[in-house]
């Protein structure tokens, strides 16, 4: 993977003055994102904040049985890593990349003391929180409301809007564990959204083929995230 050239990819960076900017920039180390890596594991002690510029980060629930469920996905709007800003070094789930990409890394004491400045990073990163917490909660709800064919549906037009393209690379066992149900739930959802043209599954390659299609089969979930992070991100 080639090193990525601008880390105002990253929205939260690109919000940034200019000279606010600049003082970041030169404590900004550029990372890959290699498919499967975790960044931080649950009760880890955390020595970065990641601001991704591709790919995309998936924040996962482990239980005590070793099953889990993703809580929420971060891409090129926001950062990895908030409680080294919310009063902690650690979380209490784990965060693993879902689709490979690049970052650039902060130390954790360039981030304490830019964000003791008070000024437009802490102002970003609070706002990024509460688009967070927003789509923390409405995956809650949609997991315990809606269909798996419903939950599939805002998953994958999560993932869509941090790619640079229409595809993803992801098994249905994966999406399951994802998801926090069963294989063949997957299985079956994905069937009826290929049979109906929305989408083509082959070999762990998605190509989602009528987006504005998808988008209506989907419940109402995937609006309220989406919404939400565009106007606190705007």
């Known amino acids: ?27 900004l180390a550029a990372i890959p994102l290699p498919l499967g890596w975790p960044v931080y594991e649950a009760g880890m002690s955390m020595q970065y904040l990641y601001f991704p510029t591709s790919g995309i980060v998936s924040m996962l629930q482990v239980m005590a049985n070793g099953a889990s469920g993703e809580i929420a996905v971060v891409g090129n709007e926001g950062v990895v890593g908030i409680s080294l800003f919310m009063g902690s070094k650690s979380m209490s789930n784990r965060a693993i990349v879902q689709s490979a990409g690049h970052a650039y890394r902060l130390p954790a004491a360039e981030l304490d003391a830019e964000f003791g400045r008070g000024g437009p990073l802490q102002h970003c990163l609070l706002r990024y929180t509460q688009a967070l917490i927003t ?34 690379n992801m098994t249905q066992e994966l999406i399951a564990n994802m998801l926090g149900v069963r294989r063949v739930g997957v299985t079956e959802a994905a069937g009826k959204l290929q049979n109906d043209g929305l989408i083509h599954y082959a070999r762990g390659n ?16 995937y609006a309220v995230v989406k919404e939400e992070i565009d106007r606190l991100l705007r």
Do not use: K, Y
């Not at 990525?4 to 940034?16: F, K, M, T």
């Not at 709800?141 to 993803?168: F, G, I, K, M």
């Open 1 to 27: 993977m080639s090193t990525p050239s601008d880390p105002r990819q990253n929205h939260v960076l690109a919000a940034l003055p200019e000279a606010d900017f600049a003082r970041l920039e030169r404590h």
């Open 135 to 168: 789509q923390m909660s409405q995956t809650a709800v949609c997991n315990r409301h809606h269909t798996v064919e419903q939950q599939l549906c805002r998953w994958l037009l999560l993932s869509l809007d941090r790619l640079a393209s229409n595809e993803l």
């Open 206 to 221: 998605i190509t989602v083929l009528d987006r504005p299609r998808l988008e209506a089969r989907a419940c109402e979930c």
